[in-house]
């Protein structure tokens, strides 16, 4: 289908009738699912394809199939040709030849691609030498030529994997797989792991390596905007069959498919946010407020006069968030914001500065008197999986914030409230979910179970430490409309950590950017967004990637 | 700069944990119940005076302090008392009875390290199989198998086709040096063969679950997609990482080897340290015990020492 609209050339990569099974022994007999189905799809020389959709749609199957990578559970049927060759006919010891040499993979988890053991030069030399491409001298010219081709210096391929940071590591990752000059390179998530701005400039990287060594690039994503931005085609995915085809612009502006389309509606567009009007607010009390807090790395148990000699994480900074108000304190990983919210919490030792709760000073005070607090101020965490307890219900997870405060006096009473939070939530009816374990709820659920624990206290404050993140994007919207609605019903005042500047804009009333442990630019979402003071502001926004291919096109 | 500074942390750790098990040594033999003398005189009813002569005569009657450095000083010149029991100096005794484990245990530690190694590799890369399954099981089996009973049932076992006690045949007389050595390889069969099957299993439990930790990294992954040869992958990536783990784990059941020495040294009436340790108990040589307990810690700890060592050359982690 594809080959006729690009068709000059063959295929540098075509998968055909692609089928997967999983197959499971833990039931009597023989259990499979069917993983993969009939996924048929061709990417032209020079080509980057993106291949979208939410986690458990078979993306990352699709591509393992490509490189004989899935594990011996799976069955795989039919085609993947590269240059017109099936490759993966002839089982491991067909499919080794081709690896590396004319298709290779950057895999999802960056930072653990590489051995910890081994130096990176001592790896990409492996490549290289494995493949009989270069030998000796030769090879440490090739590693020195691969790593400044990524944008790394030389002297990188001497060290240690744990000694780079994650986006040193994806450029050494990238260099890696180019070794052998392959054709085809499959991108696992290249990016998730990574920040917004190191992101975009991987994705850069990537689409200019693509340009320039004409490479056929397969990328891996859950993110739109990743694709809309780095893709010239892409192919959507749903439960393990291509629902939809195209070139990116296609996509975006009329999508065919129901799946493309509400994908699309659940990632958030700054150009969408700019133009909507903004509704006047009537000022509120302010439920917390900052003074000058600054907290400093490290253990506060040495001497004071060393104390003062320590790197602050957070320098001084001061901001209030009013009651009914969603405040998002956006900014990349190590700014600060987690140990904020912690100081606010009250979980590590403020240097200096004080956080007024309702008006009364938390800094210093003792812990007995700092545990009514905390039924005013409660927390959501990141990751819905570890948040909840495994051995505990829906039920004793929410129960336990009544029980440690003490409020409802009889069982009955109890039950009320964990209901009626469950409920509020959106888990309905709530005796259903009641005695589930945490493994029997989705991500989305658990999430939403993680708040119901957080709210059923009826905290002034909630603290939610990027509540979505590692959630699908369909499933975001509804935790963060949820979230909308309960600062509305219930007056709460929400302050939001978020690295993704896109999602804060959207919610939020106010956006708090922070680098380096200071606060760089407070205000209205419209204001930053149409007119951002700082440098670092335009930065950040700039590596948003739009899910509106037109944006802004790096080729 | 920082390697250097580990290597200092760990050898200064180790020169501690030898000093705090030395004063140990000293402060335990003096909380014992009962004075020293009517402990180590064997003379019921001995006279006021006798015990003041014994008192002088080991040092007894001076603070301390002062005994603690005497003893300290013993120490440095390798003078660990007399013991009781044959009347020679521990030093010597304990020197003898070294000689004679050494050889044994560490033959016995080092098949059972290879032997693990090589079981536990073998059932990861086959996880699932059948191999793996009576290979896993196996090893569980002799984990939980108590050394003696394990030796007792060898010894019935094999009584009669090897030889069951001793370090050799004490009536074999005019033998070549070669007749010699085979003599005492085959008294060493046994015990060695104890040795291995109780040490091996743990070993072999410890590096398949390793294994199939590393296995399952994305490292692995990565290597087997960068067309790597599947023995490649397994000793440079699987294994050299899962190793860390083991070799940590190995340096930790060095200590129990001791104590299964002695079980083993028992049964087979080997004349090395841990019977020597034993029959001091029974015949309550403190001195020998002292001094044996001196060795065994001194012994764990240089082992643990190297351990540490040999993790700072596999691990470039450490250091950061």
């Known amino acids: ?555 | 700069m920082g390697r250097a500074s580990y290597l200092w942390k760990r050898t200064g750790f180790a020169l501690m944990t030898v000093f705090v098990a030395i004063t140990f040594n000293f402060i335990l033999f003096r909380v014992l119940p009962g004075s020293a003398i009517t402990r180590i005189s064997r003379v019921p009813n001995a006279s006021p005076a006798l015990k003041k002569a014994l008192e002088e005569q080991f040092g007894l009657d001076r603070p301390i302090w002062d005994q603690y450095l005497l003893y300290l000083k013993g120490l440095f010149t390798g003078n660990l008392g007399i013991s009781y029991s044959n009347r020679q100096p521990v030093f010597d005794n304990l020197m003898e009875a070294f000689g004679n484990t050494l050889p044994m245990v560490s033959i016995g530690t080092i098949l059972a390290i290879i032997l693990g190694i090589a079981v536990g590799i073998h059932s990861a890369v086959r996880r699932g199989t059948v191999a793996d399954h009576v290979s896993t099981n196996l090893a569980v089996l002799f984990y939980a198998f108590p050394t003696q009973f394990l030796g007792m049932m060898l010894l019935i076992l094999f009584a009669g086709v090897l030889p069951s006690a001793g370090l050799h045949d004490p009536f074999a007389i005019g033998m070549t040096p070669w007749e010699e050595f085979l003599d005492r390889a085959k008294h060493m069969i046994l015990p060695v063969l104890t040795l291995i099957l109780t040490l091996y299993a743990e070993n072999a439990l410890i590096v398949r679950s390793s294994m199939l930790e590393t296995l399952g990294e994305d490292y692995v992954l990565t290597a087997r997609a960068k067309g790597l040869s599947r023995g490649k992958i397994i000793s440079s990536y699987a294994l050299r990482n899962a190793m860390l783990p083991i070799v940590t784990m190995v340096a930790l059941a060095l200590g129990a080897i001791v104590s299964g020495a002695i079980l083993i040294e028992v049964i087979f009436s080997w004349p090395g340290i841990g019977r020597a340790l034993y029959d001091a108990v029974l015949q309550r040589d403190y001195p020998m015990l002292q001094g044996g307990f001196l060795i065994i810690t001194v012994v764990v700890v240089v082992l643990n020492y190297i351990a540490d060592l040999i993790y700072f050359k596999l691990d470039p982690r450490v250091v950061d």
């Open chain 1, 1 to 555: 289908m594809s080959r006729k609209t690009t068709a000059s050339t063959d295929p540098a990569l075509e998968f055909r009738n692609l089928n997967v099974w999983f197959g499971s022994r833990e039931h009597k007999g023989r259990f499979e699912t069917h993983t993969i189905r009939d996924v048929s799809f061709a990417v032209m020389p020079g080509e980057r394809i993106g291949l979208v959709g939410e986690s458990g749609c078979g993306k990352t199957t699709t591509i393992l199939a490509a490189m004989g990578l899935l594990p011996a559970s799976a069955d795989v049927a039919g085609e993947v040709l590269l240059d017109g060759v099936d490759i993966i006919s002839k089982g491991e010891a067909g499919l080794n030849p081709y690896r590396w040499k004319d298709i290779a993979m950057v895999f999802q988890g960056a930072m653990s691609a590489f051995n910890p053991v081994k130096t990176i030069g001592w790896q990409i030399s492996e490549a290289l030498e494995v493949h009989r491409i270069t030998s000796g001298t030769q090879t440490r010219q090739r590693v020195a030529e691969l790593l400044e081709m990524v944008g790394l210096s030389p002297e990188v391929a001497g060290q240690f994997p744990h000694q780079l940071s994650g986006g040193m590591k994806q450029r050494a990752v990238i260099a890696m797989a180019l070794s052998c000059n392959p054709k085809v390179l499959l991108a696992d998530e290249p990016t998730t792991a990574l920040d917004v701005v190191v992101q975009d400039q991987i994705l850069q990287l990537l689409v200019q390596l693509s340009i320039d060594l004409n490479l056929t690039l397969v990328l891996v994503t859950h993110d739109l905007g990743v694709v809309a931005q780095s893709c010239t085609r892409a192919a959507v995915m749903l439960n393990g069959e291509i629902v939809e085809d195209g070139p990116v612009d296609q996509l975006y502006r009329e999508p065919r498919h129901e799946y493309t389309k509400s994908l699309f509606e659940a990632t958030p567009n700054i150009a969408d946010i700019m133009a909507r009007p903004i509704e006047k607010k009537v000022p509120k009390p302010n439920l917390l407020e900052v003074r000058d807090l600054t907290v400093r790395y490290g253990n506060s148990a040495g001497s004071l006069s060393r104390s003062d000699s320590r790197p602050a994480a957070v320098d001084s900074i001061s901001f209030s968030l009013a009651a009914g108000e969603l405040v998002a304190l956006v900014g990349q990983s190590g700014c600060g914001k987690t140990t904020t919210v912690q100081a606010i919490m009250g979980m590590i030792d403020v240097a200096a500065g004080s956080v007024l709760v309702n008006g009364s000073e938390t800094v210093g005070i003792p812990d007995r008197k700092r545990r009514p607090l905390r039924r005013t101020m409660q927390m959501i965490y990141q990751d819905p999986y570890e948040a909840l307890d495994v051995r505990f219900t829906v039920r004793d997870t929410i129960e336990e914030p009544l029980l440690i405060h003490k409020v409802g006096e009889s069982r009955a009473k109890r039950q009320e409230m964990i209901e009626a939070s469950l409920e509020e939530v959106g888990l309905t009816p709530a005796s259903r979910y009641l005695n589930r374990y945490p493994h029997e709820l989705s991500g989305g659920q658990r999430q939403r179970v993680a708040i119901a624990a957080s709210i059923v206290l009826r905290p002034a404050i909630l603290l939610a430490d990027e509540p979505v993140s590692m959630l699908d994007v369909t499933l975001r919207s509804g935790v963060l409309d949820l979230l909308d609605e309960l600062r509305h019903s219930h007056e709460m005042g929400i302050l939001m950590i978020t690295h993704d500047l896109s999602t804060a804009a959207e919610h939020a009333d106010r956006i708090i950017v922070m680098r380096e442990g200071k606060i760089v630019e407070d205000g209205a979402p419209k204001s930053i967004i149409d007119s951002p003071k700082s440098d670092y502001t335009k930065l950040l926004l700039d590596s948003v990637p739009s899910p509106d291919p037109s944006v802004k096109r790096r080729v």
